[in-house]
């Protein structure tokens, strides 16, 4: 395992940790929503972005544990949209990594439950840890207001609507990207900020690092895509082509294998000059990361 | 109609235009998903919690305008809270205040994704109005905070989950109460605190408030309760006798009818007693309101 892959390792154990201790802790909750909760979350996976949120407070100079509880909240938010995309209603998906998903376990009442917790849980422990960061209130309340929108309708949710909508149909490349930005990138785009922000960065390093999120999360929208035609089964923790068989639109069936492939290399070139353009950031594990990126194989 | 119910009618106009604007505004929505929202939010009703937090506010001699986000957040957190119960792997309720539920017209996903994009939005309205209001930093992170402990699993998600899971079976009054705490209680006692502190409220006052709403909350589920029994299927918006039908324990099967209204009437003397006795609150509208829920007949 090379250095990047040992750090991510160790920052999703931390995340991992930390995630365990707020479903624990949290009082007068239910024992089976708690085991709802506490199944999707721990159920593995890289941790992007709380890796990144913590990254990039990293590569600012930031303090580790003041990012921690932003870092757990977007994986929060993460877990209760996969549990919520998986529903028989949605995308009746049985398997996740692997895993049973959270209605196959629990059923659909619970897993709507567990996600609805999970997202509210996630903005309680953002606005707990901006207390506990000390960090200035006009700085939390303009992330935790940012959080929503990029999280909401006009975000994720969003892009969640447009993707159903668009499933068997054909889909143009542009909005594709559109659905893709929402549905996945502002997250991804959210966690880099919000490290950058628990760090103290400055306008322009906020800009340089918002264009750095938003590469690198096209860049991994479309590896998915490339994965999921060219991976490996067990890698991957589903089954290979299952997008093609949904008849998905995709990057690969729009542009070809080896233009999505060039297209992710170029995205990951752009986002890793642009880090080493700007000022003040200590970079070397962004551009580690986005490398990770293009080379991972699930 | 007596002042009070003009009250509460002129404080749902101004909530429901606000939060007509919350939803038109958004940029990048789909227009599907803003539908949907919009659909639930305007479906009318009493507005109870939004009236609450500006009620309290304005006892306190707080401005209204500064107010009116956090009523439109918990009302955003009400409507998809009545979303999400309403789904068929849940109450599977076709009806809901006289029109059909969310997701008999826009489907289940839609419903879902309509809810979860209001329960985010709801926390970006309170940031944005702590923003706009000029709240200290402190004061706002930990309404928003609370905000998501009452209602996430500690609170209305772990009420509900509490709820499916004492259906068809015998609930004790204590488990009863703990549950309808939880599932109702919280988000109205928020609403009364959420008033209190952006008016600025004294450590007393805002104790005080806190035990005014929990009783409020206690007595409107009775309520509740008595008129499933008692009411009137025109005025209710539902059938009479569902809850009967379904099974479900509810404080006059426990208790008796008698019973149930006088403890109605009890926990309203107290709430009101609460209210005189601090220093500080104008409290005419409060004591009205409580005198209100006590009267209805819907």
């Not at 708690?34 to 303090?63: F, Q």
């Not at 003041?66 to 909240?73: D, M, Q, Y």
């Not at 049985?94 to 619970?110: I, P, S």
């Not at 959080?147 to 909005?175: F, P, S, T, W, Y």
């Amino acid at each position: 395992m090379d250095e990047i892959q040992q750090y991510m390792r160790e920052k999703a154990e931390q995340v991992e940790e930390k995630l365990g201790e707020y479903v624990k802790e949290a009082p007068g909750v239910p024992k089976s929503l708690k085991e709802a909760m506490t199944y999707s979350l721990m159920a593995g996976g890289k941790r992007l972005r709380p890796t990144l949120v913590l990254a990039t407070a990293e590569a600012l100079g930031g303090e580790e544990a003041k990012a921690l509880p932003f870092a757990c909240a977007v994986e929060m938010i993460h877990t209760y949209s996969l549990i919520h995309d998986d529903l028989p209603s949605m995308d009746n998906d049985d398997y996740r990594r692997g895993r049973l998903t959270n209605h196959k376990v629990y059923g659909e009442a619970m897993a709507i439950l567990a996600g609805d917790a999970l997202l509210t849980k996630a903005f309680g422990v953002m606005a707990e840890g901006a207390l506990d960061a000390g960090l200035p209130g006009e700085t939390a309340l303009n992330l935790i207001r940012e959080g929503a929108v990029r999280a909401g309708a006009e975000g994720m949710v969003g892009g969640q609507v447009k993707d159903i909508q668009g499933e068997n149909g054909k889909l143009e490349l542009e909005h594709l990207q559109d659905i893709h930005r929402s549905k996945t990138g502002d997250l991804i785009t959210f966690s880099v900020r919000m490290g950058a922000l628990v760090a103290n960065a400055t306008e322009n390093q906020l800009i340089t690092l918002t264009g750095y999120a938003e590469r690198l999360g096209l860049a991994f929208q479309i590896q998915d895509d490339v994965l999921d035609v060219v991976g490996d089964r067990e890698k991957l923790g589903k089954p290979v082509g299952s997008d093609e068989e949904k008849n998905k639109a995709t990057y690969p069936a729009l542009l070809g294998l080896a233009a999505s492939r060039d297209w992710v290399r170029n995205l990951v070139e752009e986002a890793k000059e642009l880090v080493r353009s700007e000022p003040g950031i200590r970079g070397a594990r962004l551009l580690a990361i986005a490398d990770y990126l293009v080379s991972r194989e699930s």
